[in-house]
């Protein structure tokens, strides 16, 4: 049995409908973030020793990392789903993009959420932090153009990973010039297991 460690609000809510999406049986062990510093439980560092979410254990194997358990799980449960084959021309891309979401396009989302909280002694990093944004954020609506999903002509892990950038970065106000992004995110957020992994998960306030 899959077990997800799952912290509300949390990119833990990625694994949830990833595993929607590939119809497989999984539990789910709740963590519930702290109401003032917003923070994980120390009951989290237990299962892993950063004390972050998400987490799996499949059969006795820990998998932290999000993009790392979403590769996990695509390459052992995916029956052909989810991920394109290695040998097609859609492979790199899609490695990009999975990859991306969580190594680059976070990095502008998280500064802002930080440093928002230091209101004008953050004044200095603002023009850097909203060209940064601009950057990231044109990049991923400039290469989605008109297509539905990030590679190739259906749902991958890499817009599993995406749009938990685009719900964070939507909750802090940032994706509002960005039309075509706005819309894809709806479009995944509309998909039935996406709706079914929210119903199993719990309060969700993001996106
Ligand atoms: N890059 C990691 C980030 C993990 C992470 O920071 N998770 C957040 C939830 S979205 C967390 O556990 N925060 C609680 C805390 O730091 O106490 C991943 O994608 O798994």
Redesign the pocket.
């Known amino acids: 049995m899959i077990t997800v460690h799952h912290?509300n609000?949390?990119?833990?809510q990625?694994i949830l409908w990833l595993l929607e999406e590939l119809g497989q049986d999984y539990e789910i062990k709740r963590y519930q973030?702290?109401a003032t510093?917003?923070?994980?439980?120390d009951s989290?560092k237990a299962v892993h020793p950063?004390?972050?979410?998400?987490?799996i254990n499949d059969n006795g194997v820990a998998v932290?990392?999000?993009?790392?358990?979403v590769e996990y799980l695509i390459r052992k449960y995916g029956r052909d789903k989810l991920m394109p084959a290695e040998d097609s021309a859609d492979f790199v891309p899609y490695l990009h993009w999975l990859h991306y979401?969580?190594g680059s396009a976070?990095l502008p989302v998280m500064l802002t959420l930080y440093t928002m909280r230091l209101g004008d002694a953050a004044a200095p990093l603002r023009p850097r932090l909203e060209s940064e944004t601009r950057n990231h954020f044109g990049y991923l609506e400039h290469e989605l153009g008109t297509r539905d999903f990030f590679v190739g002509d259906c749902l991958t892990g890499a817009d599993i990973?995406i749009t938990?950038v685009l719900e964070?970065a939507k909750s802090l106000g940032l994706l509002t010039p960005f039309k075509g992004l706005m819309a894809y995110l709806a479009r995944m957020q509309a998909r039935d297991a996406y709706k079914r992994g929210i119903e199993r998960g719990g309060q969700y306030d993001l996106g």
Do not use: H, W, Y
């Open positions: 912290l609000n949390s990119r833990s990625r973030r702290d510093t917003n923070l994980a439980p989290l950063l004390g972050k979410s998400p987490v932290a990392e999000s993009g790392a358990i979401a969580e976070m990973q938990f964070a």
